[in-house]
């Protein structure tokens, strides 16, 4: 189900990240889900200052995240929407959990190692890629 609301047009996204000068549109539904801290901060900007945005109807919000790679939140959010994500080193996965702890998101990312390119029959030419899951 997450996966349709990740495809769904972008008109229907009410989060924006600022990374870089970036704008990256995700949404607020699906952030919420995860963190109370973006519940509340969210929540207070409801456009009928209901503080728990209990209407359904959200302001669009921007979030400035000045020193968080974009790739970061990429993955994060699609960690988030699909339950996994592929990060290409430990330093990515340090990074990612850094950028949930600072939003507050109730998730502790896990690590299984893989070997793509053995698995797929192929060469191998790239290093191992680490593949992050979701354990709830």
Do not use: W
């Not at 996966?3 to 996204?13: D, K, L, P």
């Not at 970036?22 to 969210?42: A, D, G, V």
């Not at 456009?47 to 994060?76: F, M, N, W």
């Amino acid at each position: 189900m997450l996966e349709a609301v990740a495809a769904s047009n972008n008109h229907n996204r009410d989060l924006s990240f600022l990374c870089s000068g970036i704008s990256l549109s995700y949404h607020q539904s699906i952030l919420t889900f995860h963190s109370p801290f973006l519940t509340n901060m969210l929540g207070a900007l409801a456009c009928c200052k209901c503080e728990k945005a209990q209407c359904g109807r959200k302001e669009e919000a921007v979030i400035v995240l000045d020193k968080v790679e974009v790739g970061t939140v990429q993955g994060l959010m699609e960690y988030l929407y699909k339950g996994e994500c592929v990060v290409k080193d430990k330093r990515g996965v340090k990074e990612m959990q850094e950028l949930v702890d600072m939003l507050g998101i109730k998730l502790k990312l896990e690590v299984k190692k893989s070997n793509l390119t053995k698995e797929m029959g192929l060469e191998r030419r790239e290093p191992n890629l680490e593949k992050s899951v979701i354990n709830p």
